[in-house]
């Protein structure tokens, strides 16, 4: 440990622990094991951090999160494996995030995400940066989202399952196929509803580029189309918009299928 600025008399931090530079760790919280956390991070109290974790610069753990505990996975053999928080993530309380297993090795948390409480990110998760989990909101394993998607309170996404990068997914949602960038899903029963307008507004996206989207949008969900006859017209008609090249490689990549 070195420069800490203040760790509580009651907190218990690992000699095998290394804090940054101006890092708060609170009452009654433990870091246990080889955890590196970040300059200016702050623990709160009754925050476990407990295994290989790696987090960033300037983040904010809020009272009982629980951070890089071994996967809820019946094919966990204790192998070794870590969780990644980039910098300025936001973890509220009562989240859960568990580590990697042999699949992958890690879980991954970008830079600037917000978890909000008693999220949850099982193993071998890949989040991007700018990443939205709203209260209750749970990933199983594997799941990888894009950056700046929004995922509602009390929705569930299956594991290995895909969200596209500045996807809104409404809360309560069920979902358990690929969700494609830049759309917005709504629930009962889960399905598209169009392009994440608003999202794309606030994050500054021009008018010809949401209109481009929309477009895209017609010809996959409007057109009767199947997914090879889908790509064919999207790279035909709107190939020449770097978003619209975002969704089709999307679907050329997918496995478990797009949402419908």
């Given at each position: 440990?070195?420069?800490?600025?203040?760790?509580?008399?009651?907190?218990?931090?690992?000699?095998?622990?290394?804090?940054?530079?101006?890092v708060?760790?609170?009452?009654?919280?433990?870091?246990?094991?080889?955890?590196?956390?970040?300059?200016g991070?702050?623990?709160?109290?009754?925050?476990?951090?407990?295994?290989?974790?790696?987090?960033g610069?300037?983040?904010?753990?809020?009272?009982?999160?629980?951070?890089?505990?071994?996967?809820?996975?019946?094919?966990?053999?204790g192998?070794?494996?870590?969780?990644?928080?980039?910098d300025?993530?936001?973890?509220?309380?009562?989240?859960?995030?568990?580590?990697?297993?042999?699949a992958?090795?890690?879980?991954?948390?970008?830079?600037?995400?917000?978890?909000?409480?008693?999220?949850?990110?099982?193993?071998?998760?890949?989040?991007?940066?700018?990443?939205?989990?709203?209260?209750?909101?749970?990933?199983?394993?594997?799941?990888?989202?894009?950056?700046?998607?929004?995922?509602?309170?009390?929705?569930?996404?299956?594991?290995?399952?895909?969200?596209?990068?500045?996807?809104?997914?409404?809360?309560?949602?069920?979902?358990?196929?690929?969700?494609?960038?830049?759309?917005?899903?709504?629930?009962?029963?889960?399905?598209?509803?169009?392009?994440?307008?608003?999202?794309l507004?606030r994050?500054?996206?021009?008018?010809?580029?949401?209109?481009a989207?929309?477009?895209?949008y017609?010809?996959?969900?409007?057109?009767?189309l199947?997914?090879?006859?889908?790509?064919?017209?999207?790279e035909?008609?709107?190939g020449?918009?770097?978003?619209?090249?975002?969704?089709?490689?999307?679907?050329?990549?997918?496995?478990?299928?797009?949402?419908?």
């Amino acid at each position: 440990m070195k420069n800490v600025a203040e760790i509580h008399e009651t907190a218990i931090i690992s000699p095998r622990a290394e804090l940054g530079e101006g890092v708060t760790v609170g009452p009654y919280a433990i870091v246990d094991g080889p955890a590196a956390i970040g300059d200016g991070t702050v623990v709160g109290p009754y925050a476990l951090i407990e295994g290989a974790v790696t987090m960033g610069q300037r983040c904010r753990v809020f009272s009982h999160a629980v951070l890089g505990t071994i996967p809820q996975d019946l094919k966990f053999e204790g192998e070794e494996s870590n969780l990644v928080i980039g910098d300025g993530t936001t973890v509220r309380e009562f989240v859960t995030v568990n580590r990697g297993t042999k699949a992958s090795g890690t879980t991954r948390v970008g830079a600037g995400c917000l978890l909000m409480a008693y999220a949850h990110v099982a193993h071998d998760c890949v989040l991007g940066d700018n990443v939205v989990l709203a209260n209750c909101a749970t990933l199983a394993g594997h799941v990888e989202i894009g950056d700046y998607a929004f995922i509602g309170g009390l929705a569930a996404v299956h594991q290995f399952t895909r969200v596209g990068k500045h996807a809104y997914i409404g809360g309560m949602s069920r979902v358990s196929q690929d969700i494609i960038p830049y759309s917005l899903i709504a629930s009962e029963p889960t399905r598209v509803v169009g392009v994440n307008v608003v999202g794309l507004q606030r994050r500054g996206f021009p008018p010809q580029t949401r209109t481009a989207l929309k477009q895209a949008y017609q010809i996959i969900y409007r057109e009767n189309l199947n997914k090879t006859q889908a790509i064919a017209r999207l790279e035909a008609e709107l190939g020449n918009v770097s978003e619209v090249g975002d969704v089709i490689d999307f679907l050329k990549s997918s496995e478990r299928g797009v949402l419908k």
